[in-house]
């Protein structure tokens, strides 16, 4: 059974970024998640980074459209 939530160190794996990396998206808003247990460690829905992905994708493309990709 796949899990559906993910924690920090998944999401860092997935997207190969640094852990404070995948902190700030998660602070900023851009990244959906919960905090959840006594110690409130965040938690990502498997859903929702797919959804931050597919965006990711989408502003990817209306840049290059656009001639704004940056190297």
Do not use: C, H
């Not at 970024?17 to 498997?46: C, D, F, H, K, N």
């Amino acid at each position: 059974m796949t899990s559906r939530f993910l924690t920090l160190a998944d999401v860092t794996e997935v997207l190969n970024i640094s852990s404070t990396q995948a902190y700030s998206l998660v602070r900023s808003g851009e990244l959906p998640a919960i905090q959840v247990g006594g110690r409130g460690q965040w938690r990502v829905e498997a859903a929702e980074l797919e959804n931050y992905i597919q965006r990711k994708y989408e502003e990817t493309r209306a840049k290059v459209a656009a001639g704004e990709f940056e190297e």
